[in-house]
């Protein structure tokens, strides 16, 4: 059984930056995961994921602010986050599935399997 827990969220004024931390267990050995956020009567968004083989996709809104990377010894998957806008409030969750294929845009192709129970990010100007 796969388990997720997101730490790191808080609050920042904007310019600030972040790290999210994901620690994950019972993971496959191809995986996808991904970060996602959802900001109150909005839609979940992708927002960046990385496959077990390294490589690494961004939703538009967060290139060259956002870095996704896994530290495979420790089983966690970070988000660094950067240079951070009020427009980045929200509730980030880790996910995680089977198989490694990524999308353009931030996202693993297919449905996610497994999900954390979300850390908030909260930017003021």
């Known amino acids: 059984q796969v388990q997720l827990v997101e730490s790191g969220g808080g609050s920042v004024q904007a310019g600030g930056s972040l790290r999210l931390s994901c620690a994950a267990s019972?993971?496959?050995?191809?995986?996808?995961m991904g970060w996602f956020r959802q900001a109150p009567g909005k839609e979940r968004q992708g927002v960046a994921a990385?496959?077990?083989?390294?490589?690494?996709t961004y939703a538009d809104s967060v290139k060259g602010r956002f870095t996704i990377s896994q530290d495979s010894a420790k089983n966690t998957l970070y988000l660094e986050v950067n240079s951070l806008k009020p427009e980045d409030t929200a509730m980030y969750f880790c996910?995680?599935?089977?198989?490694?294929?990524?999308?353009?845009?931030?996202?693993?192709?297919?449905?996610?399997?497994?999900w954390g129970q979300g850390t908030q990010v909260t930017v003021s100007s």
């Open positions: 996910a995680a599935k089977a198989g490694s294929l990524l999308l353009v845009g931030g996202n693993c192709a297919g449905r996610m399997s497994y």
């Open positions: 019972g993971l496959p050995s191809r995986y996808c």
């Open positions: 990385i496959g077990s083989d390294g490589s690494t």
